[in-house]
T-cell receptor, first 114, second 117 residues
Framework: AQKVTQAQTEISVVEKEDVTLDCVYE???????LFWYKQPPSGELVFLIR??????QNEISGRYSWNFQKSTSSFNFTITASQVVDSAVYFC???????????FGTGTRLTVIP | NAGVTQTPKFQVLKTGQSMTLQCAQD?????MSWYRQDPGMGLRLIHY???????DQGEVPNGYNVSRSTTEDFPLRLLSAAPSQTSVYFC????????????????FGEGSWLTVV
């Protein structure tokens, strides 16, 4: 069975602080895919990143970075120098190889205070 | 490039009424699905389809019907709305089991806010 846990329900930071959103997953599959989605106050789900289980390289995209560690089954997301526009709910999700459906965590609501 | 389009964006229903949420995608994706989002529960899968004429149940299918007559469209029907179906509904699509590349990414519509009173 697949499970995704986002233990942080809500986080508040002051603008320009760094913040890390945690994601821990469970799966028995050896090949799988991990995702992060952003849900801003307007409500849509915006795809941020996909990571394959066989690629443990960390990734940086501007102020965003992702740390994937198979040894701890974690796929954490760091925002550097946070901005008010980063305020949103962030979802981590898992997709098995050969399957179509996503298993979502319960989301972390990030509030960046100006 | 429209991506995944959902209508309506907002709807209020009375208990017992029926309605259809529309979903269309223009990316030639085989896989389409419906999720509902409830506070503190993330997104849960209602129904999905891996191609025209093929549908299957997800985690929370009760009270919903789907059909897939074309690759592009995947409507979700509420047969007799109940207050427990008040939620935000998301339609999603992707290439079906699309290998290791970008085909694995699942794209979502903008959501439909449904209130049942």
């Amino acid at each position: 069975a697949q499970k995704v846990t986002q233990a942080q329900t809500e986080i508040s930071v002051v603008e320009k602080e760094d913040v890390t959103l945690d994601c821990v997953y469970e799966t028995r599959d050896t090949t799988y895919y991990l995702f992060w989605y952003k849900q801003p106050p307007s409500g849509e789900l915006v795809f941020l990143i996909r990571r394959n289980s066989f690629d443990e390289q960390n990734e940086i995209s501007g102020r965003y970075s992702w740390n994937f560690q198979k040894s701890t089954s974690s796929f954490n997301f760091t925002i550097t120098a946070s901005q008010v526009v980063d305020s949103a709910v962030y979802f981590c999700a898992l997709r098995k190889r050969g399957a179509n459906n996503l298993f979502f965590g319960t989301g972390t609501r990030l509030t960046v205070i100006p | 490039n429209a991506g995944v389009t959902q209508t309506p964006k907002f709807q209020v229903l009375k208990t017992g009424q029926s309605m259809t949420l529309q979903c269309a995608q223009d990316m030639n994706h085989e896989y389409m699905s419906w999720y509902r989002q409830d506070p503190g529960m993330g997104l849960r899968l209602i129904h999905y389809s891996v191609g025209a004429g093929i549908t299957d149940q997800g985690e929370v299918p009760n009270g919903y019907n789907v059909s897939r007559s074309t690759t592009e469209d995947f409507p979700l029907r509420l047969l007799s709305a109940a207050p427990s179906q008040t939620s935000v509904y998301f339609c999603a699509s992707s290439y079906s089991m699309g290998g290791s590349g970008s085909g694995n990414t699942i794209y979502f519509g903008e959501g439909s806010w449904l209130t049942v009173v």
